[in-house]
């Protein structure tokens, strides 16, 4: 069973399309890249597969749950960390999970030994009592992925995680995220425009202008377009000769 199945995802803002017959899929434990350039539509994915907008044209599934007709079950296997930082700075690390973890409906002493489990996994459990104002933008990020963690999901979404980080803490969090991958069997959707971010045995789904126009191992990719870097075989299917594995948005 797939991690994620998107099938003939189709989205509209207005008359403007922003995604056009989507498919694709996540296998367990794997690390998929949604590979576009800003505007590509994956933001937009991301607000279908979260339902904050329904969706009305395709299908998502998460481990076999609709997340239209099974919202529930879809949404317990399913850890979410957004763009745009949602700690909350004025409060310790273990506040913002322990609050979190409420809303998810667990007792204040489970949440505490959740929260203090996850932190140790994210390599902050002597950081537990600061404010989340202290922390580097790095640490933030691993913060936000010891939340969305904390209810024990089998597929992660993260939207851009490394905007904004210098190179060292860029690596750092891609190397942590892999290693929940490959040491606890995770499956991971990583949004990104950075080709330095993709391996060759990574699965890659390339988003542009709304379409999903390839999908498959990345060296695979590569191999099939004749290509010298998965950046070039960006460049021969996009048709858009610039991509640069800058910092930052692009
Ligand atoms: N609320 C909205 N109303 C109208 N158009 C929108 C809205 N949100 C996104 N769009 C448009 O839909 C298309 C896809 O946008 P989306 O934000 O999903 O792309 P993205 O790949 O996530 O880019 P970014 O990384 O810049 O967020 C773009 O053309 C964008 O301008």
Known sequence: MDALSISHLSHSYGSRKALDDVSFTVAPGSFTVLLGLNGAGKST???LVTRLYAARNGEID???????????????SLGVVFQARTLDLELSLIQNLVYHAALHGIGPLEARRLGMAALARAGLAERANDKARALSGGQM???EIARALLHKPKLLLLDEPTVGLDIKARADLLAHVRGLVSDEGLGVLW???LIDEIEDDDQVVILHHGKAL???????????????D????FATITGANSLFPQAGRG
């Open 191 to 193: 949004t990104t425009h």
């Open 214 to 228: 390839a999908a498959g191992r990345a060296a695979d990719i590569v191999a099939e377009n004749n290509a010298s």
């Open 45 to 47: 994915l991301f607000s």
């Open 230 to 233: 998965i950046g070039a075989a």
């Open 141 to 143: 990020r691993r913060v």
């Open 62 to 76: 998460i481990f076999g749950a609709n997340v239209m007709r099974d919202p529930g079950a879809a949404l317990r």
